[in-house]
T-cell receptor
Framework: EAQVTQNPRYLITVTGKKLTVTCSQN?????MSWYRQDPGLGLRQIYYSMNVEVTDKGDVPEGYKVSRKEKRNFPLILESPSPNQTSLYFC?????????????FGEGSWLTVV | RKEVEQDPGPFNVPEGATVAFNCTYSNSASQSFFWYRQDCRKEPKLLMSVYSSGNEDGRFTAQLNRASQYISLLIRDSKLSDSATYLCVVKAGNTGKLIFGQGTTLQVKP
């Protein structure tokens, strides 16, 4: 079954404690991205990756890091989380940036930073 | 001005009603257009792509007006199960970036 898997699904953490949200896709997609979703602001792109070892900033990259060492994995790293990073996070993938249309989302990760 | 704008609603309609959502986009070079559906606290899922000539999928009809830069989604004979948030998504032609609207919330009441 084609899927995007992200973990953890729910997390409460404290300010400043580094955390990583993992993301893995089994569709051999080149393009992967991370979004955060906040009330009234919709889905905003944090980082994206066009392929292995190629990453770039989205619209709201501050406070986040990513890596793309393998095609299937695209972890999101919060080096020093702050309360304004409390949000619902989605990892997503699609075949390619220009030719791929359908985007597949993971189930989402609810992150609370206290 | 936001790149993709939607009326957030909520739209409250009775079962069986016909409801229409509009979405406007600012970049005339936008290449592809989609409607996604998002249930509460779940991930968005593709509902349908929007083609220049308009397209239909059962009770759902999508239309594109490039001259006025808007797309629309019409839902006929609304069901309780149609209650969700509908996201308008526009793909930039030069970069392939997907830009999401805020979403329009639909509540279908018995």
């Amino acid at each position: 079954e084609a899927q995007v898997t992200q973990n953890p699904r729910y997390l409460i953490t404290v300010t400043g404690k580094k955390l990583t949200v993992t993301c893995s896709q089994n569709m051999n997609h080149e393009y992967m991205s991370w979004y955060r979703q906040d009330p009234g602001l919709g889905l905003r792109q944090i980082y994206y990756s066009m392929n292995v070892e190629v990453t770039d900033k989205g619209d709201v990259p501050e406070g986040y890091k990513v890596s793309r060492k393998e095609k299937r994995n695209f972890p999101l790293i919060l080096e020093s989380p702050s309360p304004n990073q409390t949000s619902l996070y989605f990892c997503a993938s699609r075949r390619a940036a220009l030719s791929g249309n359908t985007i597949y989302f993971g189930e989402g990760s609810w992150l609370t930073v206290v | 001005r936001k790149e993709v704008e939607q009326d957030p609603g909520p739209f409250n309609v009775p079962e069986g009603a016909t409801v229409a959502f509009n979405c406007t986009y600012s970049n005339s070079a936008s290449q592809s257009f989609f409607w996604y559906r998002q249930d509460c606290r779940k991930e968005p899922k593709l509902l349908m792509s929007v083609y220049s000539s308009g397209n239909e999928d059962g009770r759902f009809t999508a239309q594109l007006n490039r001259a006025s830069q808007y797309i629309s989604l019409l839902i006929r004979d609304s069901k309780l199960s149609d209650s969700a948030t509908y996201l308008c998504v526009v793909k930039a032609g030069n970069t392939g970036k997907l830009i999401f609207g805020q979403g329009t919330t639909l509540q279908v009441k018995p």
